[in-house]
């Protein structure tokens, strides 16, 4: 097992002079916004301090609305090969297990929604897996260099990025993204402001560390989870290492994450001896907060990830979070630096991501708060959604209530060819086009273009039918445009708003509409 150990030695000496998109820290938001620009030919480049990817299992639950994305991306296949699903837990008083319970409660998939359980993959693995995938596309990242200062001007950003021997140089690119955490040096130069609370006043210890004596079918826990000097101690999947967690009941200390001190800590609240914790491999200590940025723009300047909304552990949110701040902002840049959509659509990526981000920094902190550890689909995801945002075009009317309506997710049905051939709408989907889908006899344009695909399900002349009707139950009759990041742009019975609905994303097609 390596955790992580991926690095590249050459990237920092070849930096280049301008780059589309700048992006400052390779975690799970930089990397997928890297690799979402990759596959739309957007010249980026990612800056990390580190001389390698951050090691530690850190946040390792995988939302299933992160699966899709993932499944989009093209890494969904080595994310679930690196997984595994979360162990009951197991609650320990004076030496033995004196109690199981199921933590994360699954859901069966449906035609709708393909993955219904949060995976574990621990955090340095889903970075090597995003890492690779953005190699493979082309991208690039900047070991061993860090973006010392910048300006903007109406033309983009210039920065100053310093390499771990000290030398610099300036890299000039159109927009630059903040991807470097919750102590963004970015945000604090841009002078925006995060507003917010505790959500405990007790210090937290994360570490990996290899033991003898636990079984790894079971996530141990001693105390509850909010009784502040708990101990948790859970099976890294398909590795020989535990994941810690650990809480302090004094407000005032500071969590030595020493080997030594570590292997002592767990001594003291379990049954196990510090001769049964062999190797310490990584360790942190932090106090959960929860705070949002007061703006995740400025200028051409944008926060995403922990640099924008910073979140208890509580519930697995923080970093599906984030990856689902770069789908969204990735297409956005796409869109205007390489098909000349205007550029106030930036503006939507605050408006879209910002509301999502407070409403689940209110989710985390209330489960961390009440200690619950019971986790369902109400933290899926799946029902993230901007309907009534500034993107949602809704041209019907009359629509029934739980009618899917522009602004939602655009759900995933099994379909097949008209030779028989099983294919999914998410197959059409996957990739940086918008598309085009008629479900039943709805007028669909005889389009084409290389940010545009049209589908047809049912009706005459389909590229697709819907024999079992999951398509005709999800999405009802209509046109939908679908978003490179799969949610419902304009929903309506013909096409005669199309033409304005296209041009706002500088999508381009061969056949005049209108």
Known sequence: MELNNVKDASSAATLPEYVDVLISGAGPTGLALALDLARRGVRA??????????????????????????EDFGVLGAIRASSARYPEIASWADGRMVDTYVFVEGVEPTPSTPYGTMMMVPQWRNLEIQYARLTELGGTVAFGTALESFTQDTDGVQARVV???GTARTVRAAYLVAADGGRSTVRKALGVTMTG?????????????????????????????????FVALLPAPLNDYFQLI?????????????????RELVAERTHLTADQVGEVLWSSAFRPNA?????????????????????????GQGLNTSVQDAYNLGWKLGQVLRHGAPEELLDSYEAERRPVAA???????????????????????IDVGYPGGPLAAEQRTGLADGALRAGDRAPDAPCTTPDGAPRRLFEVFQGP?????????????????EML?????GGPAPDLLDPAGHAHQAYGEGLFLVRPDGYVAYAADDASGLPEELARYGVRTAVALG
């Open 45 to 70: 480049l990612v800056l990390e301090r580190q001389d390698r990817l951050s090691p530690g299992t850190r946040g390792s639950g995988i939302q299933p609305r992160t699966q899709e994305v993932y």
């Open 163 to 165: 390499r771990a021997d």
């Open 197 to 229: 609370e505790s959500v405990a006043p007790h210090p937290m210890l994360l570490a990996d560390l290899r033991l003898d004596g636990l079984d790894t079918r079971h996530w141990h826990m001693w105390e509850a989870f909010n009784a502040t000097d």
């Open 246 to 262: 650990a809480g302090f009941a004094d407000p005032a200390a500071e969590p030595d994450t020493s080997p030594d001190a570590v």
């Open 291 to 315: 705070a949002l940025a007061d703006r995740f723009r400025v200028g051409r300047v944008f926060l995403a990830g922990d640099a924008a909304h910073v979140h208890s552990p509580a519930g």
């Open 359 to 381: 409403r689940i920094l209110d989710t985390s902190t209330r489960l961390h708060r009440s200690g619950d550890m019971r986790r369902g689909k109400d933290l899926h995801q």
């Open 433 to 449: 086009h918008f598309t085009l889908l008629a479900v039943g006899d709805a007028e669909l344009p005889a389009l084409d273009g």
């Open 453 to 457: 695909r049209t589908c047809r399900v």
